[in-house]
């Protein structure tokens, strides 16, 4: 994820933005019903333009879309991933 700055925090201070500062977006999974690929950006266009980079032209299938984080959003577990 990356880190955005909305004002000018004090000289080596990190500061994360939250949905609650500023509307995040993020890409949804239609199948799955949840955000994939840890795509979480400022605009929606970022947004796309990172899923174009991370998977290319698989990017304009009908299953993925660019949505709104909410703020209490909790994304479920990974099914295709086994649990430990």
Request: glycine residues 4%.
């Amino acid at each position: 994820m990356r880190h955005y700055m909305i004002t000018r925090p004090m000289s080596g201070a990190v500061v994360k933005v939250t949905s609650k500062e500023v509307p995040l977006y993020g890409v949804w999974n239609d199948m799955q019903k949840r955000f994939v690929f840890g795509i979480v950006e400022t605009t929606p266009r970022r947004a796309e333009k990172a899923l174009f980079r991370r998977i290319g032209k698989s990017a304009y299938k009908w299953r993925y879309s660019i949505k709104k984080i909410p703020s209490n959003w909790r994304n479920p577990h990974n099914p295709n991933w086994p649990k430990k």
